[in-house]
């Protein structure tokens, strides 16, 4: 009887010695994730991670607690067995950690002593880097930053909808979870395109409105014409966007654009439009690339399946030409900091226009594509071809559609940009690092380096109400 205690003893203690090899397994570093910060993956907030640690870490101590209750209700003489059956559970405890995986981690008993895994070289440049803060880096201080109304107050509200916080402080895991979540955008940044409202885009031209269009057929990119620069309010700084540009037209555009240099250069459009069009990449987020971008920009870029350049009429009056080297942006690449006044992002599905979303990600259904409809102010002052926070020169019309007092309309540029993204919530586009991604900050530029005999050609067409 004696023996057989002794035996049931060694059994309990070995059982012990094992739940903890587990229980240390369980919460140490587990396979290291790709690098390429996944929204989708994103499925909880910092906060939640946290508490789900917390509860972790309750459920542990629960567990320890019942051991030690266990081993009080044993009889005497197993208690006075146990410390050495202990013992030689303890001397092969290092053996099996040994043993264990390198993607798992060393199997620890306490989980207080666990170290820091170790990192590969892209984790750790990665990680390396400054995260991203709410106000601007040096670079961006020293020089006035893309699209952004120089005039405008920055508001506390960190989206058109939500409220500023600090950036999410990493848990005691120190995962890759809270890297991506520090990055953006946010599962909330999402939203299914049957769950947008339908609205209408247009006002309903009147009367006197001009209903005609004219399409530049300039290409989707497929020369690979990219840079982080932006002649029309960074003009000089190399990397003044802090985020990667897709051009088409103009084959030239680069910080240091001038009008000399883009009347000069070739084009990729038709009809001899040397125009300049550019807009913000979008990258799948599930690939693991540019990851080690100062701005946060990581993941592969997708190329717009198509790319319509379409100019149209005014609902109340007839278009005038637009002046040759005109500068006209649209949107704020930092709405996300400054609030939706100059927000001008809209996103949508093919099949689902009519339902566009101005400040989230749509998710389309399976055969639908991405869309992009970026809307260009067309109410020009009569004088200028650019103004010093580069809007006041050329605004929107009202709501029913008219020019306001004292401007004239020209046509009114609008970018539609299809896009074939991963399912899901795994696609983002670029943006300055404290903007986290925000789909409220798309945007895009345009200069007009049009002949002039083609400029006539496009307003004989909308007023015509001609399809060009």
Known sequence: MRRSRRMA?????????????????????????????????????????????????????????????????????????????????????????????????????????????????????????????????????????????????????????????????????GGEEEECADLGPFPEDFVDIRQVAPRQLDARAGRN????????????NRNGHNNPDNFIVAPGVSNGAHHLHDYVGNVSTDAFSTDESLAAADTTCRQGDKSTYFWPVIRDRKVDANNNDPDGNVGQVLR?????????????????????????????????????????AGWSCTGFQNRISPDKYTLCPRGSQLLRILDFPSC???????????????????????????????????????????????FAVDAFPEQKHNPVTDHADFANVMPDRLMRTVVDCINRGRRC
């Open 9 to 173: 003893a060694a059994m309990s203690a070995l059982a012990i010695a094992a739940g903890g090899l587990v229980s240390a397994a369980v919460i140490g570093v587990g396979p290291a994730r790709a690098d390429h910060c996944d929204p989708a993956e994103a499925t909880a907030s910092p906060s939640a991670t946290q508490q789900n640690q917390r509860q972790n870490d309750q459920q542990q101590n629960d567990q320890q607690d019942a051991d030690q209750n266990q081993q009080t209700d044993q009889p005497q003489d197993q208690q006075q067995q146990a410390p050495d059956q202990q013992q030689d559970a303890d001397q092969q405890a290092p053996e099996q950690q040994e043993e264990a995986p390198q993607g798992g981690g060393a199997a620890i008993l306490d989980p207080a002593q666990s170290p820091e895994p170790e990192e590969s070289a892209t984790t750790q440049s990665r990680r390396s880097r400054p995260r991203p803060s709410n106000s601007p880096s040096p670079s961006q201080s020293q020089t006035q930053a893309p699209d952004e109304d120089p005039t405008a107050e920055p508001s506390q509200s960190a989206s058109p909808t939500g409220s500023a916080s600090a950036s999410p402080s990493a848990t005691a895991t």
């Open 304 to 344: 717009a399946r198509s790319a319509t350049l379409q100019f149209r009429g005014n609902a109340a009056s007839r278009v005038v030409a637009m002046p040759r080297f005109i500068r006209i942006i649209t949107g704020d690449a930092k709405a996300a900091t400054n609030g939706g006044a100059n927000a001008r």
């Open 380 to 426: 020009w002052d009569g004088q200028n071809t650019d103004s010093a926070n580069h809007r006041t020169h050329v605004v929107f019309p009202g709501q029913n559609g008219a020019c306001p007092q004292g401007t004239k309309a020209i046509p009114a540029l609008r970018m539609t940009l299809a896009y074939t993204v991963p399912q899901g919530a795994s």
């Open 209 to 220: 409105g001009s209903r005609g269009t004219f399409v530049s057929q300039c290409g989707t």
